[in-house]
């Protein structure tokens, strides 16, 4: 069923890619869980929608060239900043960025795809995914971003950790927690912005957050629930594209659904475990 990816060269920056965000989009998803900023990656994703809208517009009026991936990219990392200076704004209500800059990305994204003169065939890969969108460029960016993000969470694990389960020990610690909030929110942009050629900018989110439910179930420790996250990011990345490609779908919905499948399959064999335990209890109480 890999012979097609292997054999053609699209279909390898594809598959490649998709490996590449099955890795950083749940090991950034841990941490986005754990500090329960889940919606984020929605606000951010449809600025990111805006960015590759303006892309089009101006690729389409004024002919720049300018590649949506990187206007994509460019409008995800500005608003992932804006996030943080509002809930620097809004000290005691600070989820109350997460929904201004979603409308905000939302009510730009209509604007530029109307001035683009609607949805066309770019968009709508942009919007669900491609299997055949990937370019050479994209694959060797997408990996420079995977590479600096593996590197950061690398380089400040201690200080992500600490800040995500207990901010006023971290700052107390000596942590500069307003400079590592905007690394990760800037950090959560990149990853979004990098997964949309294969998930969907409308369903990158999903991939940053179901396999870490999943794996929540399984994990006895934050390591251990990096771990599963990857590794059934990696099953629904890989499921989901073959899928995608024998049945002419869209991957960022197969690939949704496999994370949902994982979840669901998760949740079923926690629930039955738990039983069982409780069965065997009481038997050995009687």
Known sequence: MLADFLEYDFLRHTFLTGLLIGIIAPLLGTFIVVRRLSLIADALSHV??????FGLFMDKKFALGIAPLYSGMGFSVLGSIVIEKLRRVYNAFQELAIPIILSGGVGLSVIFIALANGFNTDLFNYLFGSVSAVSRTDFYSILGISVIIILVIRLFYKE?????????????SGIHAKRIHLLFIVLTALVIAASIRVVGVLLVSAL???????????????????????????????????AGYYFSIPPGGTIVMVSIAILLVSIGLKTTSRKRRLTHGTERGH
């Open 160 to 172: 992500l950790v600490t800040l995500s389960f207990d901010e006023e020990h971290a700052i107390v």
């Open 208 to 242: 940053m957050t179901l396999p870490v439910a999943a794996g929540m179930r399984f994990a006895r420790g934050f390591k251990q629930m990096i771990i599963f996250s990857v590794v059934f990011g990696e099953l629904a990345v890989i499921i989901g594209l073959i």
């Open 48 to 53: 990111t929608l805006a960015g590759i809208a």
